[in-house]
């Protein structure tokens, strides 16, 4: 099947909506299960099965202790089938998020069970690493086709494309993945053939490559794929059917006539509260009514197009709070030297160059990493400091909180990630415990309104107190 059609001596590229093929994955996983591996699976493997059962146990699970949820964003709107809108595309793309991934596979690692509403609840290692597995593959393949801004430290994939980004090769093996899956019966496990959108995936992505190609050729350095949606065409069409009175059904006359008074007003108008689409962030309208009476353009006006064109104007700058660590400086030092002094990792290339710079000192990226782990821990301590299994809950919060898509090393990048966060939460807690003893003890003194810090010196206090009584 070819990627494009040509009419008239025009290449023609189509497309499927992106945030509809992400909404039919979850949409078809409420009813089906999807199964990831089928073509690959060797005699005797367990097949890989991704369900949403899983997804709902993450949630009742997340949902123990309503004032510290680590996926405060998911609602029973994301996940009671009864109560899921069908329609926005923003609940499915939080669901299948990198956030339900890293909560599911880490609460696969944690033994035993944890006490619920609706009773003792334990993730299934198997089934929960496999549901993870396919969640994150879909998040990342949503952020490929959904870019905006030319950079991005938390999402590389979900950045504008150019010669530099990994899309291309991304895609390529996307493509492989989404032709081993296929959905099948929750009971029988039997396949089911009557669901379109991982095919409609795969065209879609061999559809962006194909563009991608041929906007290269004209010159084009970069693609902006959000660009490439349906919903600036709905929200036009529903301005269309609300000019005036509400109008669904409008005759071609009436159809002219109110998108000539648009025109006019210059499709200002915002949309529909319960709109499923984003506004328009790119301005105003290009086509102004002075074009529909004068067929020249002054190079002035061509140059004012051009420079709306090329505006940006919702780009999201995520700006990291540069809090002051409460670990001694040499402290990453000590943990970048115990994590290279791993067997496996020690003599590895790849991991010495994406660790340190000139092969000794801290990289920026894990001096960053570092920064923004500490002021997750900061946050987060002193309203977890009294749960048990504090350090599984902090990791999983670190590996929720923190990028590390940038420890890319495809031998060591998982263990790295683990030894990483983990050394980092150790060390917090040496820290936290010495800490909260010497203010125990008198030896140093605390001001300020960490809650655990707070109940230390006040215990001091009493005792001495009491002692001098």
């Not at 299960?33 to 059962?53: C, F, H, P, T």
């Not at 400091?385 to 809950?393: G, K, T, W």
Request: hydrophobic content about 35%; overall charge positive; aromatic content about 8%.
């Amino acid at each position: 099947m070819s990627d494009f059609i040509i009419l008239n001596e025009r290449k023609i590229i189509p497309l499927y909506d992106p945030p509809h093929l992400i909404k039919g994955i979850r949409n078809n996983l409420l009813t089906k299960n999807l199964e990831v591996n089928y073509k690959s699976i060797k005699q005797g493997e367990n097949r890989e099965i991704a369900s949403w059962d899983i997804i709902e146990r993450a949630y009742k699970i997340d949902t123990t202790d309503t004032f510290n949820r680590l996926m405060p964003k998911i609602t029973e709107e994301h996940i009671i089938k009864r109560k899921i809108k069908k329609m926005r595309v923003k609940h499915a793309v939080q669901t299948l998020s990198r956030s339900m991934s890293v909560f599911i596979n880490h609460h696969t690692k944690i033994e035993g069970y944890i006490n619920t509403a609706n009773g003792p609840l334990s993730m299934p290692k198997k089934e929960g690493k496999d549901t993870a597995g396919a969640i994150l593959f879909f998040n990342h393949l949503f952020d490929s086709v959904n870019g905006h801004s030319l950079k991005s430290k938390e999402a590389p994939l979900r950045i504008a494309i150019t010669d530099k980004t990994k899309h291309i090769d991304f895609w390529e093996k996307a493509i492989k993945q989404l032709e081993e899956m296929r959905f099948v019966d929750k009971t029988t496990g039997k396949p089911l053939y009557n669901s379109p959108t991982i095919r409609n995936w795969i065209q879609t992505i061999r559809g962006f490559q194909q563009l991608w190609c041929t906007l290269k050729e004209r010159g084009f350095k970069t693609l902006r794929p959000r660009n490439i949606n349906q919903d600036p065409l709905e929200n036009f069409f529903g301005q269309i059917r609300t000019f005036g009175r509400a109008n669904r059904n409008p005759t071609c006359a009436q159809f002219g006539t109110y998108y000539k008074a648009l025109l006019i007003t210059n499709l200002t108008t915002k949309s529909s509260n319960k709109t499923n689409c984003e506004e328009n962030f790119n301005g105003e309208l290009l086509v102004s009514l002075k074009s529909i009476f004068e067929s020249n353009e002054t190079a002035q006006e061509k140059q004012i197009c051009q420079s709306a064109v090329n505006l940006d104007l919702k780009e999201y700058i995520d700006e990291m709070k540069n809090e002051i660590s409460p670990i001694k400086k040499h402290t990453l030092n000590i943990i970048l030297k115990q994590i290279l002094d791993y067997e496996a990792i020690k003599d590895c290339d790849a991991c010495k160059t994406l660790l340190t710079r000139d092969g000794t000192r801290a990289s920026r990226n894990i001096i960053t990493t570092f920064q923004r782990t500490q002021s997750v821990l900061n946050e987060y301590f002193k309203d977890f400091h009294y749960e048990r299994n504090l350090r599984i809950l902090l990791k999983t919060v670190c590996f929720i909180e923190v990028e590390l898509v940038w420890i890319d090393c495809t031998l060591h990048g998982s263990q790295i990630k683990d030894v990483f966060v983990e050394k980092i939460v150790q060390q917090y807690f040496d820290y936290s415990c010495e800490k909260v003893n010497k203010i125990l003890q008198g030896k140093e003194q605390y001001v300020g309104r960490n809650e655990l810090m707070c109940n230390a010196k006040s215990k001091y206090l009493r005792t001495l107190k009491n002692k001098r009584l």
